[in-house]
Each structure stands twice: as C-alpha cells, then as structure tokens.
C-alpha cells in the first residue's frame, strides 16, 4: 500500500501570503489529522477531518483552516502567513476514527519558511 | 505542567545496551499512547501502541504501560547506531478522537 503522500514538499513564502497544502491519506483511511511541528513547540495538533467534516481542533488561530473531500484527500490553508508559521507541516492518516488502538500514519510533511 | 513529559535528553548509550525512554501524562482519561521515532529531516515513524497497563513486545522494543501512575516506557534492547532518533511519546485521549498529544521527544544516541 501506498504511504501519506504531501505536497509540496517545500515551500517559501512572504510575510502575508496564504498557502495551500496538500494531503493523500493511505488508500481505505478515512481520518486525516494535521500536525504542526517546530522546534520551540514540537508537535502540535491542528485539526482532524472524518467524513468531510472537521471533528476536532487544537489551540490555532482562524488563519488555519482545512477541508476534505470525498475522496478522503485533505487540504490544509494558512491565510495571512506570518514569520512564525514557518514550521514542518505533517498530515497523518488512521483507518477510521474513535477506536483507541487505531495508529496514524505520517506523511512525509511540507517544509513551509515564510520569510 | 505539560501534558505530555519527556527527558529531552540526549541519552547517550553504548551499541549492544538497552535504551529505557520515559514519558509521563497528566490527563487520566488517556486512553491510549504511541511511541513514534524520528529521524532528523524526516517525519515521525510509528514503533508501538499500547492501551492496556503491563508489557507489549515488538522484537527488539517493548512498551511498558502503568496508568496508575501514570508512565509509559519503551525499552530498546540490543541498541544499535542506527537507532540513534528523537523518540516521541503520543497520548490518545478519549473524547478527542484522533487527536495526538505529544510530548517534547528524546533524544537517543547510541555509540559504537
């Protein structure tokens, strides 16, 4: 089976510029979760969508924001970027939602420097 | 108090040695917790999964769960170079679907 496939891989952007970024999650998995890592804040959870709706949302301003769509794809949207944006973005992939012993699966992440 | 706790390390030991990795929680309604390695530049690679308190093996990993107090550990026996990564611990919590909450990683070293 194919892994969590990101795009771009990397990306530069100015100060107030929005971005767009991708997520394919594994064939046959329904949840898609977004993860912000940089080395001041490690790992923080942005959002999770199941079904083409969001079910839950971490501690980020509006500016972040997402979608899925039928298909299961995601995209992930930061408007208004500012210089602390810059940051791994991962998107992680589970086979459903609510069990606990279901694992996410991460993608290769998007590299975003906002300069 | 954080979430999620973790030695940030590093954790130097020899190749052949085990490598014990901690990681506290503070919400009781865990309900689950990950251990996730990664490589620098590279994303986070799933290694185990527990749920239930005692041992869960994985060839050369276990992961060691306490909910009482609160402790999860991964224990890496026969360390090699190669293992040498920053270990995430991950807390599922219930109600938060799949949320993960990660603490801060752990870096291992292991030298030849």
């Known amino acids: 089976k194919a892994g969590v496939t990101q795009t771009p891989r990397y990306l530069i952007k100015t100060r107030g510029q929005q971005v767009t970024l991708s997520c394919s999650p594994i064939?046959?998995?329904?949840?898609v979760s977004w993860y912000q890592q940089t080395p001041g804040q490690g790992l923080q959870f942005l959002f999770e969508?199941?079904?083409?709706?969001?079910?839950n949302k971490g501690n980020f301003p509006g500016r972040f924001s997402g979608r899925q769509f039928s298909n299961s794809r995601s995209e992930m949207n930061v408007s208004t970027l500012e210089l602390g944006d810059s940051a791994l973005y991962l998107c992680?992939?589970?086979?459903?939602?609510?069990?606990?012993?279901?694992?996410?699966?991460f993608g290769p992440g998007t590299r975003l420097t906002v300069t | 108090q954080k979430e999620v706790e973790q030695n940030s390390g590093p954790l130097s030991v020899p190749e052949g040695a085990i490598a014990s990795l901690n990681c506290t929680y503070s919400d009781r309604g865990s309900q689950s917790f990950f251990w996730y390695r990664q490589y620098s530049g590279k994303s986070p690679e799933l290694i185990m999964f527990i749920y239930s308190n005692g041992d869960k093996e994985d060839g050369r990993f276990t992961a060691q769960l306490n909910k009482a107090s609160q402790y999860v550990s991964l224990l890496i026996r026969d360390s090699q170079p190669s293992d040498s990564a920053t270990y995430l611990c991950?807390?599922?919590?219930?109600?938060?679907?799949?949320?993960?909450?990660f603490g801060a990683g752990t870096r291992l070293a292991v030298h030849p």
């Open positions: 064939s046959g998995h329904r949840s």
């Open positions: 991950a807390v599922k919590v219930w109600g938060g679907y799949n949320k993960l909450i």
């Open positions: 969508y199941f079904s083409e709706t969001q079910r």
């Open positions: 992680a992939s589970s086979p459903t939602g609510g069990r606990a012993d279901y694992e996410q699966y």
